[in-house]
């Protein structure tokens, strides 16, 4: 059967009707910023203090896009008598972002706990170069790295935050024998 003429533009108006009493779905980006959630998967932070430069990391990046650079340095024996020891001093630590396929993996591996996501995107560049982030923005990123959520309620305390608190006491303690009469008179 051959179809109405100008039904085709009856459905489309009623299809424009429709969406116009419809709340719009558009996000005005830039204007507004999207709200995302908190394992976005954005860019990574480098927490230097806790680097070790164990390699970890860069061996196990599937797309050999972080650059690690370190030398070795003595260290004078913890008591008198003792061995020198040796350890490692970053001297680099750079992500490739123009290569980096987000896959988390050297998040995982890091066995210190140095790499983070935050969920900052907006790092474009014009120069593809520049999407190499050197040690120093990689810190700069740890700043946007969201609080981790809190534990559950019933959950065992952490074993770095029960050593922490135990090493804390241990000092007060300590500094309490140290001073008797303080706050006695
Ligand atoms: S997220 Fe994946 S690809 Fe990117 S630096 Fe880490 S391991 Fe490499
Ligand atoms: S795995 Fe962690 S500790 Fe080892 S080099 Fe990478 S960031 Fe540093």
Not at 117 to 144: C, G, N, Q, V
Not at 157 to 162: D, G, T
Request: aromatic share 8%; proline share 10%.
């Amino acid at each position: 059967m051959a179809p109405i003429p100008g039904s085709g533009l009856a459905k489309g108006l009623a299809v424009t009707l429709r969406t116009m009493t419809r709340k719009s779905v558009t996000e005005q980006y830039p204007d507004a910023l999207p709200e995302l959630p908190p394992r976005t998967r954005g860019v990574i932070g480098l927490f230097e203090e806790n680097c070790t430069v164990c390699m970890l990391c860069a061996r196990e990046c599937p797309d050999w896009c972080i650059y690690i650079d370190s030398h070795k340095e003595t260290v004078p024996p913890a008591a008198p008598g003792g061995r020198e020891r040796s350890r490692n001093v970053l001297d680099r630590f750079a992500i490739d972002f123009s290569l980096c396929m987000y896959c988390g993996i050297c998040i995982e591996v890091c066995p210190f706990d140095a790499l983070f996501w935050s969920p900052e995107f907006e790092y474009a560049e014009t120069d593809i170069r520049d999407l190499t982030h050197e040690r120093d923005k990689l810190r700069e990123w740890m700043w946007t790295v969201p609080a981790p959520p809190a534990l559950d309620p019933g959950a065992e305390e952490p074993k770095e935050i029960a050593a922490a608190r135990k090493t804390a006491e241990k000092l007060a303690a300590a500094q309490a024998q140290a001073q008797p009469g303080e706050g006695t008179s």
